[in-house]
């Protein structure tokens, strides 16, 4: 019964090492997607899963972003040689059907995000 | 480019009074108008939606106007009180979500 969630919270890190993100979405949500947060701005698409099609790469900023889920539960969002420019909150949401049962009906369960601050 | 612009950036309405938040829109083939609405340290709830075929939604004290014409919609929040102050999100949907930049309302007491 319990929401999105997300680890770490929050992750300090330095240029250029790797971070791995972990979500948790909603049990039995098929639909999976990372969004990024820069301070004071909106919500940027990265990256979105639907049960067993191949994902929606087409927000990722560069090559090293990556992402992976497994089935239907765990996703992980890595990031390779971190720049000062990917600090912002990394934010994974989850819905039951995402396009496959048509938006409108959809709603999407927001987890409260990892913050992420590269020195 | 932007696909959704949102405005203002900030408000600050007194207790009681009238929320206004501004968002357009260039792709018609937009499907699906959600706001949202997020509190610090929590991720973004999904507040109300509308389709383009409707042209107002009312939830309570928030309504949503819609005006396919002009590609614009907006969030009214009536009799604002404290507990409103957020930073609300207007977004749009064309097989992927597209959001605004984010308003943040200030609701002083």
């Known amino acids: 019964g319990a929401g999105v969630s997300q680890s770490p919270s929050n992750k300090v890190t330095e240029k250029g090492k790797d971070v791995e993100l972990r979500c948790d979405p909603i049990?039995?949500?098929?639909?999976l997607y990372w969004y990024r947060q820069r301070l004071g701005q909106g919500l940027e698409f990265l990256i979105y899963?639907?049960?067993?099609?191949?994902?929606?790469k087409s927000g990722l900023p560069s090559d090293r972003f990556s992402a992976e889920r497994t089935g239907e539960s765990v996703s992980t969002l890595t990031i390779q040689r971190t720049q000062q420019e990917d600090s912002a909150v990394y934010l994974c949401a989850s819905s039951l059907r995402g396009i496959a049962g048509g938006f409108d009906r959809e709603t999407q369960y927001f987890g409260p995000g990892t913050r992420l601050l590269v020195l | 480019q932007q696909q959704v612009k949102q405005s203002p950036q900030s408000l600050i309405v007194q207790k009681g009074g009238i929320s206004i938040i501004n968002c357009a829109y260039e792709?018609?083939?937009?499907?699906?108008f959600p706001w949202y609405q997020q509190f610090p340290g929590k991720g973004p709830a999904l507040l109300i939606a509308?389709?383009?075929?409707?042209s107002e939604k009312k939830e309570g004290r928030f309504t949503i106007s819609f005006n396919k014409s002009a590609k614009q919609f907006s969030l009214h929040i009536m009799d604002s009180q404290p507990g409103d102050s957020a930073t609300y999100f207007c977004a749009a949907t064309i097989n992927k979500f597209y959001f605004g930049s984010g308003t943040k309302l200030n609701v002083k007491p």
């Open positions: 509308i389709r383009p075929d409707v």
């Open positions: 899963f639907q049960g067993n099609s191949a994902p929606d």
């Open positions: 792709n018609t083939a937009f499907d699906y």
């Open positions: 049990s039995g949500h098929t639909a």
